[in-house]
């Protein structure tokens, strides 16, 4: 017997609300999605504003901007407010619009949780921004809070420490949802093995953060109650261990790294064989080498520590620990290389991007193996030889990807094609802006600079000057993304077509026929 919906419960009789309230109590995942990329774009500006102060400070020795005090806080702060409020709810975002579309699901499985988990990052944004304005400041201990530093501290410390667990419990509710989203939501026919890697990266990454936000929770607990409750988890003078705390935190902190790159794993796969116009090489290696990646990053937290005291044995298993994470690496960046190898390739903006990725991610990774021996690690330790490796990782590796999927989707997202001229301008000036940058740490680094202070010696001044050129120039560059999304969101320019990045540049491909064996065969064809 079929239910009869009585007349006024339709929803033609209970139009959804328009405005804000739609957008505070909507639980459809694009328009979280789109929440999550506004989000974070802001965070990524008010981050790199923190970035620009700094290297202003830094343009030539002596202080001429800020006071050391608040240098130390807006190193502090520039690292958490990029770290946990842009380039995690960047890619959190690219998982609420992408993954239903990908397996065909509807919505994600908890779709008010994910509203949810959304409305916890702004409360959380504004504790974190907003513990510059409290008596004694940001807290100035560095993003990775480490103890005991982070016990003394002002109550900025405090906003941190609840911006940090608010932040983690929005990145828990949203990791479930991904899990349980991808494992029972696939369409008909779709098994894991013929997902999209993108959804493959996203699931081993919410599994990630599944695992490690608690132990993050925990840490911080520690230092709270370190703080007002008497205890001496980290205060040696009770009887702690302040290199306890080193412990717990780069047991979360090294698997966090690859929760920021998993996921851009999985926008570069998608996108290469899109404009290599032939699948992807190797998918099953490259699912087994994301999952390698992530298990490995559980044993390598240590390497962070070489210069706390451990013992040799202990140097020497973080040491290979951690070269042995390079090999599926190696793996995924020879599978998207062998992807182009004799494709009908073409250059637009999403592909620009991606290939900028691959050269530039490969650079610090190399830098992170030079890292992983303990011998030389012990001399550029706390360096900017480091600061120099993390973000050829996190803004050519991470930050690249999200522009990349962002120029690739901003079509289906906005139905019109992101401006071509602006894609490339936007593109050049970012990685030429960028490697002017970062690639003179190294040197600065390898000389002895120290990282984290806000005067330095006469030896160093040439390349901190060409350093901070190249950020307010990589700063500018940022712009020319402002005016292509605003561009897209206001539905100037062309419209998409219903495959926008089929047939570019004069080449148009056949759709993927299955053949004998499972293999494919794509040909290009001149127009």
């Known amino acids: 017997m079929s239910a009869v919906i009585p007349d006024h419960l339709h929803d033609h009789h209970h139009p959804a609300p328009g405005g804000l309230m739609r957008w505070i109590t909507t639980t459809n995942h694009k328009d979280i999605g789109t929440m999550y990329l506004v989000f974070s774009f802001i965070m990524f500006l008010s981050g790199g504003v923190m970035a620009l102060t700094i290297r202003a400070e830094l343009f030539q020795p002596g202080l001429q901007v800020v006071q050391p005090e608040f240098f130390n806080q807006l190193t502090t702060m520039h690292g958490l407010v990029m770290v946990f409020g842009a380039i995690m709810p960047a890619f959190v975002g690219f998982a609420n619009w992408q993954i239903p579309l990908m397996i065909g699901a509807s919505d994600m499985a ?8 959304f409305w916890l990052l702004p409360p959380a944004a504004m504790l974190l921004i907003g513990s510059f304005f409290v008596p004694g400041g940001a807290t100035a201990a560095g993003w990775t809070l480490y103890a005991p530093l982070s016990v003394q501290m002002g109550m900025g410390m405090d906003l941190a420490i609840f911006a940090v667990h608010i932040m983690g419990i929005s990145s828990i509710m949203g990791a479930i949802n991904i899990v349980v989203t991808i494992l029972n939501m696939r369409a008909p026919g779709m098994t894991m093995m013929k997902m999209p890697l993108f959804c493959w990266t996203w699931l081993i990454t919410a599994y990630l953060l599944i695992a490690v936000m608690p132990v993050l929770a925990g840490a911080v607990t520690m230092i709270l109650t370190d703080r007002h409750f008497g205890t001496s988890f980290f205060n040696a003078a009770g009887g702690g261990d302040p290199v306890m705390f080193q412990h717990i935190f780069w ?35 490259m699912v087994y080498a994301t999952a390698s990646i992530a298990i490995l990053s559980f044993v390598v937290w240590a390497h962070h520590m070489f210069t706390t005291g451990m013992p040799v044995a202990g140097q020497l298993f973080f040491m290979y620990a951690t070269m042995l994470i390079a090999v599926p690496t190696g793996v995924k960046v020879f599978n998207w290389v062998a992807t182009m190898w004799r494709g009908a390739l073409s250059f637009e903006p999403p592909m620009l991007w991606a290939t900028g990725f691959i050269f530039v991610f490969t650079m610090g990774g190399f830098t992170g193996l030079i890292c992983a021996i303990a011998p030389i690690d012990i001399q550029v330790q706390d360096t900017y030889y480091v600061v120099a490796h993390f973000h050829y990782v996190l803004v050519a590796g991470s930050l690249f990807a999200l522009f990349a999927g962002a120029y690739y989707w901003l079509p289906k997202w906005t139905g019109v094609m992101p401006s071509e001229t602006l894609g490339r301008l936007h593109f050049w000036c970012s990685i030429v802006f960028f490697n002017i940058t970062f690639f003179p740490m190294h040197f600065l680094g390898l000389a002895g600079m120290p990282r984290r202070i806000p005067d330095y010696a006469l030896q160093f001044a040439d390349f901190n000057a060409m350093a901070s050129v190249g950020a307010f120039g990589f700063g500018l560059s940022q712009l020319i993304f402002i005016a292509v999304a605003v561009r897209c969101a206001r539905g100037i320019g062309q419209r998409a077509t219903a495959r926008p990045w089929d047939g570019a540049e004069g080449l148009e491909w056949t759709v993927p026929s299955p053949a004998p064996h499972h293999t494919f065969e794509t040909a290009p064809v001149l127009r």
């Open 110 to 117: 908890f779709a008010r949780m994910n509203n949810w988990s």
């Open 251 to 285: 047991f979360f902190g090294h698997p966090e790294v690859y929760i920021m790159i998993l996921p851009a794993f999985g926008i570069v796969s998608q996108i290469i064989p899109a404009f290599a116009r032939k699948p992807l090489f190797g998918y099953a290696s």
